[in-house]
């Protein structure tokens, strides 16, 4: 396989699957260019069709790679308008035909599948799919895999680990002898204990910490060793055998479900909202409430501030932030008035970060046909930055 010229051939708009095909059969772009479509059919085994698609590809100006990586990506590697309902094969489409415009940048580019292709192409049926529906379509879609994915890496616990704010080292190790006897080595184990901020048991020495290398104010108040590195890994060996339920979801899917989630662990991802700690941080500061609120529900965690991870940690920590929470539910309890408050303790705080999962998409499908069945709601659109203010109830 010439994974060059399949990414090349993607480049002029030919599909995937036609594109593996002239790779399998041995003709690159070059070749395409100066054989007649007769010799493609005759010599190369192709389909009428397939050599005039090529034929007519290569003479475009070649989309730039790093647009089709970004499209493909943004799209999860599915039809925007089938979400790979109707197969996997995509293809890089002109939302505005390129023989009108020569315009190969991202906003004119959407990725469809061959069927969707062929409906985009078709003037004057009714079942063509508009220049706005294909545009409606892309935005909707990519909205959708960046949460999807957002939440994906969140319960995998892919953060980055410059990113951590918070590590709340005494309860991730209390969690880890509970689930696992001991505290498991990670790759930073042996060289935490060189510089002895671990104990021989793997545990944090917050002592020596504090009386050696922190000069008496917030524990992390000094060059630290990968320390949140070491706490993620951690972490993410309890995700093997924890669920960490989405409290989000759990929110929106009503009070019992939310209920439920007592003595749990959770994951929220959204925007919170924290008085900083006054300053110097010293034994005596008293813990930070930071919390969530919308229509009918709030939830709160209690920061211990010694365990923020850096002065800039401690900067953002006092406003309005998005972030990723893992934390364990302490309690779901009906205030007067019937609002439900949600208590909980953090063990890792980080601003979440996205990744790209190519694996497609049993899910994406159950979901599309949800948005079928329930007409195209987009009730995951407030997961981003809006959730400052109220919401829908969904109570
Ligand atoms: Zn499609």
């Not at 009906?334 to 063990?347: F, M, N, R, T």
């Not at 994406?364 to 009730?379: L, N, V």
Request: proline share 3%; hydrophobic share 40%.
């Amino acid at each position: 396989m010439n994974q060059r010229t399949l990414a090349t051939l993607l480049r002029y708009g030919v599909s995937n699957l036609l594109a593996e095909k002239a790779n399998e059969v041995g003709l690159t772009i070059s070749k395409v260019r100066t054989l007649s479509q007769r010799d493609m059919v005759s010599k190369y085994g192709l389909t009428t069709g397939e050599a005039k698609a090529l034929t007519a590809a290569v003479r475009r100006a070649a989309i730039d790679s790093g647009v089709v990586q970004l499209l493909l990506e943004r799209s999860n590697f599915v039809c925007c308008v089938c979400k790979g309902m109707k197969g996997h094969a995509y293809i890089i489409h002109h939302i505005v035909e390129y023989e009108k415009t020569q315009d190969n940048s991202y906003d004119n580019l959407a990725v469809l599948c061959p069927n969707d292709h062929d409906l985009a192409h078709q003037r004057g049926l009714s079942l063509r799919l508009t220049v706005n529906q294909i545009r409606n379509a892309k935005t909707s879609w990519e909205q959708k895999v960046l949460v999807a994915n957002v939440r994906r890496a969140a319960q995998m616990i892919e953060v980055n680990d410059d990113a951590i704010d918070y590590v709340n080292v005494n309860r991730i190790e209390e969690l880890c002898v509970r689930l696992f006897k001991e505290i498991p080595t990670t790759g930073l184990t042996d060289r935490l204990k060189r510089a002895r901020i671990l104990k021989k048991d793997g545990s944090f020495d917050q002592r020596f910490v504090q009386t050696k290398l922190s000069g008496g104010r917030y524990l992390f108040d000094y060059i630290t060793h990968q320390e949140t590195e070491h706490y993620k890994q951690l972490m993410q060996e309890i995700a093997t055998v924890t669920e960490f339920i989405d409290l989000d979801a759990a929110a929106s899917a009503g009070r019992t479900k939310l209920k439920a989630t007592e003595g749990q662990y959770a994951f929220f991802i959204g925007g919170v909202c924290a008085k900083g700690p006054d300053l110097p941080i010293v034994a005596a500061t008293p813990p930070i409430m930071m919390h969530y609120s919308r229509k009918n529900i709030r939830i709160e965690w209690i920061l211990d501030p010694m365990f923020l991870m850096s002065t800039s940690a401690i900067a953002r920590i006092g406003g309005k932030n998005r972030y990723v929470i893992y934390c364990l539910i302490r309690t779901v309890d009906k205030q007067e008035g019937g609002d439900i408050l949600v208590k909980a303790s953090p063990l890792l705080i980080a601003q979440p970060t996205t990744y790209i999962d190519k694996t497609p998409l049993i899910a994406y499908q159950k979901r599309h046909e949800r948005d079928i069945a329930e007409g195209f709601d987009d009730e995951d659109e407030g997961v981003f930055g809006n959730d400052f203010n109220e919401e829908e109830s969904e109570w």
